[in-house]
Nanobody
């Protein structure tokens, strides 16, 4: 089972930027679809952005135009560039995978979750 380690979170002011990284274990990275998720206190985990093994991307409406997901298969890493951050982006951010890209987008991931990385945006 692929495991992920997220990093790059921090505290920024509204309007700032952060770049999150997610490194995956194993040698099947290029074959998997990956999503960035977030969970704010008292809220359900939600998909923020997803990238297929072929490079197709999908974004939540709330982040479209501000966030960009990308992947580097040589480094087993997926990135989330977050610009124009808002206080409502405050959450713990996680990455995970699912066998089917549409299922990843619609239903989320059935994989186990790592510790995530905290993003805090102040107004």
């Amino acid at each position: 089972q692929v495991q992920f380690v997220e990093s790059g979170g921090g505290s920024v002011q509204a309007g700032g930027s952060l770049r999150l990284s997610c490194v995956a274990s194993g040698d099947t990275f290029s074959m998997i679809h990956i999503g960035w998720f977030r969970q704010a206190p008292g809220k359900q985990r939600e998909l923020v952005a997803a990238i297929s093994r072929g490079g197709t991307t999908n974004y939540a409406d709330s982040v479209t135009g501000r966030f960009t997901i990308s992947r580097d298969n040589a480094e087993n890493t997926v990135y989330l560039q977050m610009n124009s951050l808002k206080p409502e982006d405050t959450a713990v951010y996680y990455c995970n995978t699912e066998t089917d890209f549409l299922r990843l987008i619609v239903e989320g991931s059935r994989g186990s979750w790592g510790q995530g990385t905290q993003v805090t945006v102040s107004s």
